[in-house]
């Protein structure tokens, strides 16, 4: 027990001897511009983070055979450019869809329903009846 005792205080006293030390420290000048830097990208990930979450983008990964822990794990390997590059295309990506293939598909239905006899938009179709 005696030996004990004296092992313990032997610790207590090199810990606290060592404690008292100073320890080096490494300080640098941060610019604002890297402040910036890295708050943008850290706002990239969590954009592209929040669209994996929704949940149309969980059916479209599902469909494809990809489950979101799986898109996300991706994401975090990403660099940091890369994840800002897929940001912007998210940001650029149009809302509710293809505007273009849409007002094409109206267009093919009308002027099926012209050639059919059913309306009368176009004025350079003529009518099967």
């Given amino acids: 027990m005696n030996q004990f ?18 320890l080096a ?5 941060v610019s604002s511009a890297d402040v910036l830097a890295s708050q943008g ?3 990239a990930r969590a954009k592209v983070n929040a669209v994996l979450a929704r949940e149309d983008v969980r059916a479209g990964l ?14 975090q390997a990403m660099s940091d ?17 293809d505007i273009l293939g849409v007002a094409f598909t109206i267009f093919i239905i009308l002027l099926i329903t012209d050639i059919l006899g059913l309306t009368k938009v ?8």
Avoid: Y
């Fill in 5 to 22: 005792k004296r092992l313990t205080a032997s610790l207590l006293i090199c810990s606290t001897t060592l404690l008292g030390m100073p």
């Fill in 25 to 29: 420290a490494h300080a640098g000048i």
């Fill in 41 to 43: 990208q850290t706002d």
């Fill in 62 to 75: 599902a469909e494809r055979g990809l489950s979101t822990e799986q898109a996300q794990a991706r994401v």
């Fill in 81 to 97: 450019e890369e994840v800002a590059q897929l940001a912007g295309r998210i940001d650029q990506a149009p809302a509710g869809g």
């Fill in 122 to 129: 176009f004025p350079f179709t003529r009518a099967v009846r």
